[in-house]
């Protein structure tokens, strides 16, 4: 099942969504198409129940889905809003119509007068509906959706990003999700399947690029020194593949914390390392604009930093270790990665 919806994505989104696409929709061009026709492909609902209109799948089934959001630099949030819908099926919440993005508790404030504040909210500028998790006055974690039309915009540090501003009563008169607290493990595990399949769109573009380049009379990928550079990319970007999937082996639609930690941490670390070699194989028209691989590495940086970098996931890493007592290295992996 993941390989016929990830199939069916990947020949929408080659046909819908092409680098001038993109561009367009970051440029400030329309998306309402796009975003229907992802709609009535019926990929936003693949984590919802069959008996409630929706494809039934698990968290694991829609990793190559979230993969093809990456590899294809969607500039829509398809990928928070099929995790966004499966989450208020499983709280028996009813699912909106349109595209849901999330703002995770530390984006959440009051700002003067007591509106609601998100700021840098992933892709908020083409959303529909945030779900916003935050720190209620007792102290405990709650989850509402509100809607982006009654709020105000205003533009992020990343293309299409954006900080919302609500009135002060939004967050009492907004839909609660019951039994949702937190959504950063969410955004971790979403985070890196993405990461994970720009990773492979960097380089598959990056080996076709260093085997037309021609220098000294033979294609760039000829010498060793490329070789190099190509086979270090490869490793991370099949070991990030890997952690990503690992992020979202889980039962029902919520990411266990450890692996999606080991996710995030991995992808992100990917991210850096192959951004940095592909432009330097590039050379310097892999920074122009007109080129299309900083459509890609610019959304690597991006989703490095988004809900942890990988110092943060590390740490959490780091933590369960010392949680384990004397346990080993070893035997934390063996836990995660459910190897005997």
Not at 16 to 27: F, G, K, M, S, Y
Not at 269 to 287: D, N, R, T
Request: charged content about 15%; overall charge negative; proline content about 4%.
């Amino acid at each position: 099942m993941d390989d016929l919806f990830s199939d069916a994505v990947q020949q929408l989104l080659s046909a819908q969504c092409t680098p001038q696409v993109v561009r367009a929709i970051e440029a400030g061009g329309a998306h309402a198409a796009l975003w229907q026709q992802l709609e009535d492909a019926g990929f936003a609902d693949a984590l919802v129940p069959e008996s409630a209109g929706g494809a039934g799948l698990g968290l694991a089934d829609v990793q190559g889905v979230l993969m093809q959001c990456g590899a294809h630099a969607l500039p829509l949030p398809l990928g928070e809003t099929l995790l966004a819908r499966g989450l208020l099926a499983a709280a028996g919440v009813a699912r909106p119509a349109g595209a849901i993005t999330l703002a995770e508790a530390s984006a959440a404030s009051s700002a003067g007068g007591g509106a609601l504040r998100c700021a840098n909210v992933h892709l908020g500028a083409v959303a529909d509906w945030v779900l916003v998790a935050r720190l209620d006055p007792s102290g405990q974690g709650a989850c509402r959706l509100l809607p982006t039309v009654s709020a105000e915009r205003q533009p992020a540090g990343f293309c299409l990003d954006a900080t919302l501003q609500w009135p002060a009563n939004a967050w009492d008169t907004a839909t609660p999700v019951p039994g949702l607290h937190n959504l950063r493990t969410l955004q971790a595990a979403l985070y890196a399947a993405q990461i994970a399949g720009a990773l492979m769109a960097v380089f598959t573009r990056t080996l076709q690029y260093a085997n037309e380049r021609q220098q000294f009379g033979k294609p760039i990928g000829k010498f060793q020194a490329i070789q190099h550079q190509l086979a270090v990319i490869s490793e991370h970007c099949f070991a990030a593949r890997m952690a990503a999937q690992l992020g979202l082996r889980a039962r029902g639609v919520q990411p266990e914390r450890l692996r999606a930690a080991v996710a995030k941490a991995r992808t992100s670390e990917a991210a850096l390392e192959v951004a940095a070699l592909a432009h330097s194989i590039h050379g310097a028209i892999g920074f122009t604009a007109e080129f299309d691989l900083q459509l890609y590495t610019r959304r690597l940086h991006n989703w490095r930093q988004a809900a942890g970098s990988e110092s943060y996931w590390h740490d959490v890493v780091g933590q369960a270790l010392l949680g384990r007592n004397d346990a080993l290295s070893l035997d934390l992996l063996r836990a995660v990665t459910d190897v005997a």
